[in-house]
T-cell receptor, first 121, second 112 residues
Framework: EAGVAQSPRYKIIEKRQSVAFWCNPI?????LYWYQQILGQGPKLLIQ????????DSQLPKDRFSAERLKGVDSTLKIQPAKLEDSAVYLC???????????????????FGPGTRLTVL | KNEVEQSPQNLTAQEGEFITINCSYS?????LHWLQQHPGGGIVSLFM???GKKKHGRLIATINIQEKHSSLHITASHPRDSAVYIC??????????????FGKGTHLIIQP
């Protein structure tokens, strides 16, 4: 079974430029997550999709970050314009079931992609 | 204060040593993940548990719901175990509707 795919793996841009990341989740996974991981810290959830709808984007800096999952499959995360503090690894994860359909004894395991390392100069 | 706290932050040990990484959480959770992150950034799920103990090869994870504490143990450690180990709680305010609240990770180095 193919895992979560992300591209590009690395990106270097100058501040105020725009950048976009792409994620293709595991086939059939309804839930897709974007995380931001700053060096030395654990990942932080940016946005969670359920199919093509947004479940939670409370921690997404909406003045510069946007994300979409138009057909409920792959997703893009965009930063426009980028700031120095956006330098981080951006991780995409997917899970099979939505939270509300989670079974009592089967938990909603997330599968992670390799991440995109963004450096803003 | 982070809702999920890990210790130690950094750990260097010799090959063969028994390794313990601890995780404490301050919120109610439905399950807890132990994740392994290699230098390239990719994250692999090691365990997901809500009670008791799980074992996979040389890795053992335990959780005590009453004490809000979990441990990850590595027996007969090997240099290939060198990675960042992250504890993540399913639930907590940082995780969104169904996301994970992560600890900052424990950077483990096993020296030959």
């Amino acid at each position: 079974e193919a895992g979560v795919a992300q591209s590009p793996r690395y990106k270097i841009i100058e501040k105020r430029q725009s950048v976009a990341f792409w994620c293709n989740p595991i086939s059939g996974h309804a839930t897709l997550y974007w995380y931001q991981q700053i060096l030395g810290q654990g990942p932080k959830l940016l946005i969670q999709f359920q199919n093509n709808g947004v479940v939670d984007d409370s921690q997404l800096p909406k003045d510069r970050f946007s994300a979409e999952r138009l057909k409920g499959v792959d997703s893009t995360l965009k930063i426009q314009p980028a700031k120095l503090e956006d330098s981080a690894v951006y991780l995409c994860a997917s899970s099979l079931m939505p939270g509300w359909a989670r079974l009592r004894v089967q938990w909603n395991e997330q599968f992670f992609g390799p991440g995109t390392r963004l450096t803003v100069l | 204060k982070n809702e999920v706290e890990q210790s130690p932050q950094n750990l260097t040990a010799q090959e063969g040593e028994f390794i313990t990484i601890n995780c404490s959480y301050s919120v109610g959770i439905s399950a807890l993940h132990w994740l392994q992150q290699h230098p390239g950034g990719g994250i692999v799920s090691l365990f997901m548990l809500s009670s008791g103990k799980k074992k996979h090869g040389r890795l053992i994870a335990t959780i005590n719901i009453q004490e809000k504490h979990s441990s990850l143990h590595i027996t007969a450690s090997h240099p290939r175990d060198s990675a960042v180990y992250i504890c993540a709680a399913l639930g907590g305010s940082g995780g969104g509707a169904d996301g994970l609240t992560f600890g900052k990770g424990t950077h483990l180095i096993i020296q030959p």
